[in-house]
């Protein structure tokens, strides 16, 4: 993983597009010009990491600080890389700073969507949800 850079957006934005598009089409939500802008307007490079695999552009993960906890956000790998681990690998960095600031981690997921079973197996617990999205929260580890 490396830092973002503000020049990374438009890429990461068509990430976005291609991952999200089955699950917001399923939903009856896919705009093909909105699911871009979105990930533009909320884009924070700072708090966003670019995810490589063999030297390539393989995703991203934005880790953006809150009053409620860490969020957990715009988490896209590359369809063809998906499946092989490497989602997990990069949860269990992240995962690894939270626990170690003693934060909780919450994110949204879109109902139905295959990455929810990945959140879970990383102690990811429904909190809220409604006919679109699943909030989740993993609370931060019990003190020694």
Known sequence: MRPA????????????AVVMRPDLERLGRYDEHRVRQRLRDGFTPRHTSVIKADGT???????RPAE???WLEHFYLDPGLQGR??????????LARTDAAAE???????QGSPARRLYERHGFAVETQDPIDVF????PPEPL
Do not use: W
């Not at 552009?57 to 880790?63: E, N, R």
């Not at 681990?85 to 992240?94: E, H, K, N, P, T």
């Not at 989740?136 to 609370?139: F, H």
């Open 104 to 110: 909780p981690v919450r994110l949204n997921v879109l």
């Open 136 to 139: 989740m929260l993993r609370p």
């Open 85 to 94: 681990g490497l989602g997990s690998a990069v949860l269990r960095i992240l």
């Open 57 to 63: 552009f393989a995703g991203s993960v934005t880790l």
């Open 5 to 16: 850079e503000p020049a990374d957006v438009e890429l990461i934005a068509e990430l976005r």
């Open 68 to 70: 409620d906890g860490t």
